[in-house]
C-alpha cells in the first residue's frame, strides 16, 4: 500500500540524521521549498505537483549535519526508492532524479525537475544568499529573483494552506 503524502513527512522526519541547530534545514525549509514549488508549478507548464511535494520532503531527509553535507543529495534519493510511493515509473525517476542532483547546477529539460531544484534554490535567502537567476531552471523563479521580491512567497503558504503535518507541530 502507498504511503500518503503525511505519511512520507513524518517518515522523512524521523529517519533523518541531522541534528539541525540553525534554520538552515529541517521542516521550516521544507514547508518552504514546498511553498516555492507549488507557486511555481502554476506557472511552469507540464509539472507533475506530487512529485514536486514528495521532493519538499524527502530531498534533506538524509543528511548528516545542517552544514556541508555533498552526499545527502544521493542517499535521500537511495533512500526513497525503498519507500512504496504509488508512483508511475515516470514519476519515480522525476523524483530520484531531482532528489539526487538538487545540490548541483544542472539545468534540466524536464519542467518537474526544474521546478525541484528552482523551488530549494528560491529558499537560498535562509542562508543569507540571494539566488542567481542564472543557476535558475525556469523563468518565474528567475524573474522572481532579479526582482528580489522572493519573501512575497510568505503570503502563498497561507493561500495554499501549507503548514507541517499535525504530528510535527509540537516539534521545536
Same mark, same amino acid.
Given at each position: 500500500?502507498?504511503?500518503?503524502?503525511?505519511? &512520507?513527512?513524518?517518515?522523512?522526519?524521523?529517519?533523518?540524521?541531522?541534528?539541525?541547530?540553525?534554520? $538552515?534545514?529541517?521542516?521550516?525549509?521544507?514547508?518552504?521549498?514546498?511553498?516555492?514549488?507549488?507557486?511555481?508549478?502554476?506557472?511552469?507548464?507540464?509539472?507533475?505537483?506530487?512529485? &514536486?511535494?514528495?521532493?519538499?520532503?524527502? $530531498?534533506?531527509?538524509?543528511?548528516?549535519?545542517?552544514?556541508?553535507?555533498?552526499?545527502?543529495? #544521493?542517499?535521500?534519493?537511495?533512500?526513497?526508492?525503498?519507500?512504496?510511493?504509488?508512483?508511475?515509473?515516470?514519476? @519515480? &525517476?522525476?523524483?530520484?532524479?531531482?532528489?539526487?542532483?538538487?545540490?548541483?547546477?544542472?539545468?534540466?529539460?524536464?519542467?518537474?525537475?526544474?521546478?525541484? $531544484?528552482?523551488?530549494?534554490?528560491?529558499?537560498?535567502?535562509?542562508?543569507?544568499?540571494?539566488?542567481? #537567476?542564472?543557476?535558475?531552471?525556469?523563468? #518565474?523563479?528567475?524573474?522572481?529573483?532579479?526582482?528580489?521580491?522572493?519573501?512575497?512567497?510568505?503570503? &502563498?503558504?497561507?493561500? @495554499?494552506? @501549507?503548514?507541517?503535518?499535525?504530528?510535527?507541530?509540537?516539534? #521545536?
Amino acid at each position: 500500500m502507498a504511503l500518503t503524502l503525511e505519511d &512520507v513527512w513524518t517518515l522523512a522526519w524521523e529517519t533523518q540524521q541531522a541534528v539541525y541547530t540553525t534554520r $538552515h534545514h529541517g521542516l521550516d525549509h521544507w514547508v518552504r521549498v514546498e511553498r516555492n514549488g507549488l507557486w511555481l508549478a502554476e506557472r511552469v507548464e507540464g509539472v507533475d505537483t506530487m512529485v &514536486v511535494r514528495l521532493f519538499a520532503a524527502l $530531498h534533506d531527509c538524509q543528511r548528516w549535519d545542517d552544514g556541508h553535507d555533498p552526499d545527502h543529495g #544521493p542517499r535521500a534519493a537511495d533512500f526513497l526508492s525503498t519507500l512504496e510511493l504509488g508512483l508511475t515509473p515516470g514519476q @519515480l &525517476v522525476a523524483l530520484e532524479t531531482a532528489v539526487r542532483t538538487h545540490t548541483r547546477p544542472h539545468l534540466h529539460e524536464d519542467p518537474t525537475i526544474q521546478v525541484c $531544484h528552482d523551488a530549494d534554490r528560491l529558499d537560498l535567502g535562509r542562508i543569507l544568499i540571494i539566488p542567481n #537567476p542564472k543557476f535558475l531552471n525556469t523563468e #518565474p523563479a528567475r524573474e522572481l529573483a532579479a526582482r528580489r521580491a522572493i519573501q512575497g512567497l510568505d503570503a &502563498v503558504t497561507e493561500r @495554499l494552506g @501549507l503548514t507541517w503535518p499535525e504530528a510535527f507541530r509540537a516539534t #521545536p
